[in-house]
């Protein structure tokens, strides 16, 4: 078996991925179209030469702008649907999707309208290939608090339907602590916690999403590695970080995937797990994620292993869900070596 598709019978949950950011080009025109929304881009080929990002900002920018093409029910559930299909060709078998209502609710969108889609192409997705999702939703850091509030004012009729929150948007000046009150009013409603930190942020954003927003995971968290007390306890506590290896190169965190720090945090003893973050934007769904890394890193087939089953360990679902899926990677797993 090659790497490729070793990578992909791993069976494997992604637990950072935009939903947003999987608007492949193509679709984004067929939508924009469809809709009559303008977009800055004169076509496909015009808006993937435009992927070409300096850091996290530039990247947004677009993101944001693409998004705007997305209007209607269907669109939601096109957009998602899409992802499905590549997320089982990739050998996901659960996914935590992040969906961003503020970027919709701000241009007119009813919250109903994104959660409604979304939700159906979830139920979609585990009637055509069995796979398992949530959906998580996340709040937009660099809104205000008080926008934050208005926006889980609006998901309150539907919590049964949300499983967790999260916060992402752009890091430098928002640290999490802005929205310590959100976040401790979500846990009481008994929602998951998670939060982008440490992916242009400092380490002491990481410390913070722990400490005031008490998640259960970290996303990205790749600069902890400045911090040495921080990694030995991330390591002891084992908090999974969910590390999207082509994001963290497209938006210039490391210049080439050769100088990834993810070997060295493997090595340091942290639950690692490897996502696509938004692969329309950045050049790969998530078994390219584990195979580029893989190469680049010399990554090899037991540590693929130990890094799907910590993304299996790391998702929010039960211990029934995950055992025939753990039952499956212990075969490959011992295969393999
Ligand atoms: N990588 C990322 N960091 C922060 N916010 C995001 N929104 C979508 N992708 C993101
Ligand atoms: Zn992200």
Same mark, same amino acid.
């Given at each position: 078996?090659?790497?490729? !598709? ?12 935009? $939903?947003?950011?999987? +608007? ?7 939508? !924009? ?7 800055? &881009? ?21 993101? &944001?702008?693409?998004?705007?093409? #997305?209007?209607?029910?269907? %669109? ?13 060709? %990739? ?5 935590? #999707? ?17 959660? %409604?889609? =979304?939700?159906? !192409? ?20 660099? +809104? ?22 999260? =916060? ?9 602590? *802005? ?50 007390? #921080? ?19 497209? +938006?210039?965190?490391?210049?080439? +995937?050769?100088?990834? @720090? ?7 003893? #942290? *639950?690692?797990? $490897? ?9 790969? &769904?998530?078994?390219? @994620? &584990?195979?580029?890394?893989?190469? !680049? ?6 540590? =693929?292993?130990?890094?799907?089953? @910590? ?27």
């Amino acid at each position: 078996m090659d790497l490729d !598709a070793y990578v992909r019978a791993l069976p494997k949950a992604e637990l950072h991925v935009h $939903i947003e950011g999987t +608007l492949e080009p193509e679709l984004m025109f067929a939508l !924009a179209r469809r809709n009559g929304v303008a977009l800055p &881009y004169a076509s496909v080929e015009e808006t993937r030469a435009a992927y070409d990002f300096s850091d996290l900002q530039s990247f947004l920018d677009l993101y &944001y702008a693409g998004a705007a093409a #997305l209007v209607d029910e269907q %669109d939601f559930f096109d957009l998602a649907a899409a992802y499905f299909e590549r997320a089982h060709a %990739d050998g996901v078998v659960h996914a935590e #999707l992040f969906f961003d209502p503020q970027t919709h609710t701000e241009r007119g969108v009813a919250f109903e309208t994104v959660l %409604d889609g =979304l939700e159906r !192409a979830c139920r979609d997705a585990r009637a055509r290939f069995g796979i398992s999702s949530r959906l998580i939703l996340c709040f937009l850091r660099h +809104l205000s608090e008080a926008e934050g509030f208005a926006t889980l004012e609006q998901a309150m009729p539907h919590l049964a339907r949300i499983h967790g929150v999260g =916060l992402d948007s752009s890091e430098r000046g928002h640290p999490p602590a *802005k929205f310590e009150r959100l976040f401790a009013r979500c846990r009481e409603l008994g929602l998951h916690a998670v939060a982008h930190a440490g992916e242009e942020g400092p380490p002491a954003y990481i410390v913070e999403a722990l400490d005031v927003l008490q998640v259960e995971r970290i996303d990205h968290g790749v600069r902890c590695e400045e911090d040495a007390a #921080l990694v030995e306890r991330l390591a002891r506590e084992q908090v999974p970080l969910t590390v999207c290896p082509l994001s963290n190169v497209k +938006l210039c965190v490391f210049e080439r +995937l050769e100088q990834h @720090n993810f070997r060295r945090l493997m090595e340091a003893g #942290l *639950k690692l797990t $490897i996502n696509s973050d938004d692969p329309a934007y950045f050049g790969g &769904y998530v078994a390219k @994620n &584990y195979v580029d890394t893989a190469r !680049a890193l010399e990554l090899t087939r037991a540590e =693929l292993a130990r890094i799907a089953r @910590n993304s299996l360990e790391a998702s929010f679902v039960s211990d029934a869900e995950r055992a025939p899926w753990l039952a499956r990677l212990d075969v490959l797993a011992a295969a393999a070596s």
